[in-house]
């Protein structure tokens, strides 16, 4: 079947799920755009319901299991996409959750802990991260973004399906942790913190970030294992989330390698 207005109820639909957050939650569905982005989502078992695809831009070199299929005139498409180098497809997939439970059978897990994110751009490349750094977990504890925000998708360039994504309360993280001989480590600008390079990350150890406006709540001062920092050695005395997280995991790597 092919798509030709921009009115089609189809159409009209799709773009409800890439605006807002509440149609994504009702319907349990998200948009996902791009090519590659398409490929890791059906790669690491994300469930499709539809696909749109512009012939004329999609080179055929996905295989795409047998759903609701939908071929778009360019107008549509170019309606549809916030991108035109998208590779000419976009797909409405099933959310999905993981819970903590499932890291239980991680050996020696090395995770990142978000306090408040609520940037969906700093998630997304803290995402990009953590994939390339084969981070086990990222787990947000106050959860202010929705993970499946098209601008979550598009920043992480669809590493957003390559990692494992939790959100849960920062007390049932930390009884997670302590319960399974986890060290958590929360990041503070503070003058008895110690150095990130001082700290041994070779065992189990979890690494909590905060927001940049406000930084971590208490809560991670008083029940950490320890508190730590990037040394600064400029004027200015932080740095932006994702980069803080850039730099302290690969210390972990660097450490595990």
Not at 15 to 21: D, E, N, P, R
Not at 46 to 67: G, M
Not at 190 to 209: G, I, P, W
Request: glycine share 6%; net charge negative.
């Amino acid at each position: 079947m092919q798509i030709t207005s921009t009115q089609n109820a189809k159409i009209k639909q799709l773009i409800k799920l890439q605006q807002k957050s509440r149609e994504r939650k009702s319907t349990n569905s998200f948009v996902v755009e791009g090519l590659q982005e398409n490929r890791l989502a059906l790669a690491n078992g994300f469930k499709p319901k539809q696909f749109f695809v512009q012939e004329d831009l999609y080179d055929d070199s996905l295989a795409l299991p047998k759903v609701e299929t939908y071929q778009v005139t360019r107008e549509v498409f170019d309606k549809i996409a916030y991108r035109s180098t998208t590779g000419g497809i976009v797909g409405v997939y099933e959310t999905r959750h993981f819970e903590l439970d499932s890291l239980k059978e991680k050996a020696n897990p090395l995770m990142v802990v978000l306090e408040a994110v609520e940037k969906p751009g700093n998630l997304g490349a803290i995402l990009r991260t953590c994939d390339a750094a084969q981070v086990d977990a990222v787990i947000v504890c106050n959860r202010l973004v929705d993970f499946f925000n098209p601008n979550v998708i598009r920043s992480s360039v669809g590493t957003l399906f390559t990692n494992t994504l939790i959100s849960c309360e920062k007390e049932d993280l930390m009884n997670f942790c302590q319960g399974n001989g986890i060290s958590v480590y929360a990041t503070f600008l503070r003058e008895d913190t110690q150095s990130l390079y001082d700290v041994d990350f070779k065992k189990s150890s979890a690494l909590v970030f905060g927001t940049e406006a406000t930084g971590l709540s208490e809560f991670w001062a008083e029940n950490a294992d320890a508190t730590i920092k990037i040394p600064m050695l400029g004027q200015v005395d932080s740095l932006n989330v994702s980069n803080a997280v850039a730099i302290s995991v690969y210390e972990a790597v660097r450490q595990r390698t």
